[in-house]
């Protein structure tokens, strides 16, 4: 089965940029979706179809996609964004990576 | 706006029996496909089973295949899960939510399911 790989944790000073991957065999030829999950909150969708916001989303939420590996990129990180991220495809079924904690040194 | 709101949760013995209802308002069940989409107490986010906005189409992931079934009403615009033989591994939140083009752009706040005996 088809398997996303996120790293469990990544840190980041306020202010600077936060880059969260996923990783997938040949996940660029996917369509990859983002969401955020804040402590006792439900998910919610950042970046759907690799790059493009729902609207409310901040600019600073941007996604890439290409080769093996998909990227959310959060510009000018504030302490509001520390949450869970997890990416979601589509393989025969809804697959999502194993989420990536973001800290907001 | 679209509101989606889960109920039926609570603690139940293995084995045992929940059948959890989701509450779509703000547009037309009938328009979209919807998925239930569970988390485990302190773990990740894992897809449980999908049906097509007509309910002719459905799928489930093999964690719940043969135990749970997915349903809706559309005139009641509800989304149901019928959860059967239920396992300590099924203990988690259960959000139901809406799918378009295989992202999901509106989650329920969720509801707790507990399997103990």
């Known amino acids: 089965s088809y398997v996303l790989t996120q790293p469990p944790s990544v840190s980041v000073a306020p202010g600077q940029t936060a880059r969260i991957t996923c990783g997938g065999n040949?996940?660029?030829?996917?369509?990859v979706h983002w969401y955020q999950q804040k402590p006792g909150q439900a998910p919610v969708l950042v970046v759907y179809?690799?790059?493009d916001r729902p609207s409310g989303i901040p600019e600073r939420f941007s996604g890439s996609n290409s080769g093996n590996t998909a990227t959310l990129t959060i510009s000018r990180v504030d302490a509001g964004d520390e949450a869970d991220y997890y990416c979601?495809?589509?393989?025969?079924?809804?697959?999502f990576g194993g989420g990536t904690k973001l800290t907001v040194l | 706006q679209v509101q989606l709101v889960e109920s039926g949760g609570g603690l139940v013995k293995p084995g045992g029996s929940l059948r959890l209802s989701c509450a779509a308002s703000?547009?037309?069940?009938?328009?979209?496909?919807m998925s239930w989409i569970r988390q485990a107490p302190g773990k990740g986010l894992e897809w449980v089973s999908y049906?097509?906005?007509?309910?002719?189409?459905?799928n489930y992931a093999d964690a719940v295949k043969g135990r749970f079934t997915i349903s809706r009403d559309n005139a009641k615009n509800l989304l149901y899960l019928q959860m059967n033989s239920l396992r300590a591994e099924d203990t988690a939140v259960y959000y139901c939510?809406?799918?378009?083009?295989?992202?999901?752009?509106?989650w329920g706040q969720g509801t707790l399911v507990t399997v103990s005996s």
């Open positions: 939510a809406r799918d378009r083009q295989l992202s999901f752009h509106y």
């Open positions: 703000g547009f037309s069940l009938s328009d979209y496909y």
């Open positions: 049906i097509s906005g007509s309910g002719s189409s459905m």
């Open positions: 040949n996940i660029g030829i996917k369509s």
């Open positions: 179809d690799d790059s």
């Open positions: 979601q495809v589509w393989e025969t079924s809804v697959i």
